[in-house]
Structures are given as C-alpha cells and as structure tokens.
C-alpha cells in the first residue's frame, strides 16, 4: 500500500470490516493534519495497546495518547483509525501507531461512577445494532429499559435478545416480551442455536453489532455459535455462581463468516457490565467542552491558568458551568492512558441516574 488516498475499492478487507465512502472521506480529513495515514479498524482494545485490522491483516499497535488528548477521542473497539509505521529504536520490529481516531457514525457511552463524580466512557463506536443479552434467571425490566435508553441515545438499534431459552419456565417468555420495553426481544438459545434465525436482519454484511449486558449470559456462547468456531472463552456455570467473575476481558470485533444467519456483519464481543448508566447532560456538556477547546491558544491547553484559554472564556461569559469543566479536567486526567488499562469488574448504576433523553 502506498500513502496515496485508497478507494473502498482498493481495500477489500476493510470493505468487509465497513470501510466505505464514510470512511473514505474521514480519512481525507484526518490527513489534512496526518498525513499518509493509512485507515484501519479497532479489532481488539487490550490492556497495553490495541489490535487493528489493517487491509494487511490484524497487527498490533500503540496509541501515544498523552494527558492533553481529547477526552471522548480515545480510540474504542470499532473505530476507525488513521495509523503510521513507527520505527523501532533498534530499527527492528515496527509498531503501528495510531494517530488519529476517524470521524464516528456514533458512540455508545455510558456513565461512570468516579469518587463523587460521573464521566462517560465510550464503550464502541461505530456500531449499528447493540444486543442486550439477559437471561431468565436474571430478568429484570427496569434494568433492560436503562439499556435501551443508553442504545437509542446513541442512535444504535436495541435488541434484547433473552438467552437461555431451555431454562425459561412458566409464562417468562409471555411477560418478557409483553413488558413493553421499546426494542425487540428475542429469545434465543446460543448453546443450541435455537431462535438464531431471528438475528439475521441485524447481522447483514458490513452492519456492526455489539454485544452488551451481565457477566454469564452467554455473549461469548453466541458469538461462537455465530463464528462457528470457539474463538472467544466462555466460562463454565460455576464460574459465575462466586463474586465478580467476568469470562471476557478485552473487547474484541469479530468478522462473522456468511451462514444462514450471518450475511458477513462485524460482532463485538464485551467483557460482562453489571448495568448501564445513561450519559445525556454531562455528556452534552463535554462535547461542548472538546468543541471550545479547539479555539484555545495552545492546543495542550488544560483549561487551568494558561492564556487564551476559550473554555474559561467561556465559562466567564457564564456559558459554561464551572463545575462542569472541573469534572472534564478530572475526567481527562483519569483517561490518559487508556487503553493501557485492563477492564474492571463493573460497578453497579446509581439508580434512577440520568434518565432523561438527549436531543
Ligand atoms: N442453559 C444454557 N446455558 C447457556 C446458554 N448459552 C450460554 N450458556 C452458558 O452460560 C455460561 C456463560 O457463558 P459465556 O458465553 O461465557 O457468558 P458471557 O456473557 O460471555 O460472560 P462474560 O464474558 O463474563 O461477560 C456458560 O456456562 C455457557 O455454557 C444457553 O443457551 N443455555
Ligand atoms: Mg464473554
């Protein structure tokens, strides 16, 4: 590949991971700042770096990331990517380096809990479809509605997909999909592949769909299933009778093959949540935020003391909340370095949290 400006055409296997026009165009505009970069998809986040899938094939890479990097723009699993070749000091093994995360379809962010304080963590972008994986055993309406509230707000497509069919008993099936929760449920049974059919609008070549809720549902018993082949760890039943125990560890995007219930879509496989807090106002305001900081004098600003700072302007016009910038500040000390970090058992939501809707 040469550092010209590739055509969808040209990368067949991004194509197959979703790059298009989209793409295409996000990356002309991150070469205006780096140039030659070469587009690629976030196929794994792990504790000291990531995985991209370049058109060469999956290859390991770094993101320098640094304190000052904008809070919301840490590369997840599912974006795309502008990244370099960096050299080795000893000129041996080369490094991919990830140099600018391109523009999203969307994320999907929910809230953490921190001290006193929420952030948003943004869990995937670039997804179109986001499962919800629950069980009979752990059932739970008001739980599921936080779920879809999250997907909907960032304007993914929530399905509810109630695994474990073979231990539903009395009327469950009737009164779960009778709860009027405002998503599809679908019972199925990954061990078996009972009900599976029912996935396939969702799973169509180039869609992206995540894989979300508790530790044991079975999101890596289905995405198995659906790979045909044991590629992910799932635990076995006792592993999730103890405290905390999550199966999954790093969030991994896996190219389905074309079954008779895939046509080719791109699966995201998550480590267990216990549940979702929904991120709408602050987050709002941290958009706000990363937006007024372009205009700051020095592009490391960390909106303290420096001079020409366009967020404490902004704050003194009495357009910001103070408090908010603050909690950004914290939030953006917290982050740097991510992707250096491993997933942390979930704590659970705060209830009743952020219920509202974000327009
Ligand atoms: N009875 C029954 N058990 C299932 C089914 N699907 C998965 N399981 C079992 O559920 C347990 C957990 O499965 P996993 O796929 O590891 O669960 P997970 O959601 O990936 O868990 P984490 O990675 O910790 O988030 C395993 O013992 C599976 O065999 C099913 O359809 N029926
Ligand atoms: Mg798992």
Redesign the pocket.
Known sequence: MTAELPAPSDLPTLTAFGYGEAQAQALAAARETFPGVLPARVSRVERNGYRLRTEAGEQEAVWPGGRRHKLLDVPVIGDWVGYSVAESPEGAQQALRIEAVLARQNTFIRSVQKGRRTQPQVLAANVDTVFV?TSPEEWDTERLERYVQAVQLSQAQPVILL?????AQGDLLERAQAAGLDAPVLP?????GQGLDALRPYLAAGKTVALI??????????TNRLLGEAAAA????SD?SGEG????TWRTLYRLPVSEVSGGALLI?N??LRDIAVWDEEGAAFWAIEELAAECRFSRCTHGREPGCAVRAAVLRGELDEEMVGAYREAQGDQAGAGNRAERPERPARRGEKRSRRR
């Open positions: 994986m695994n474990k069919l073979d231990l199925i049974a990954a061990e078996s809720g508790s530790s044991g549902m079975g999101k890596s018993t289905l799932t635990g076995s039943l999730f125990r999550h199966t999954t496989d480590p267990g």
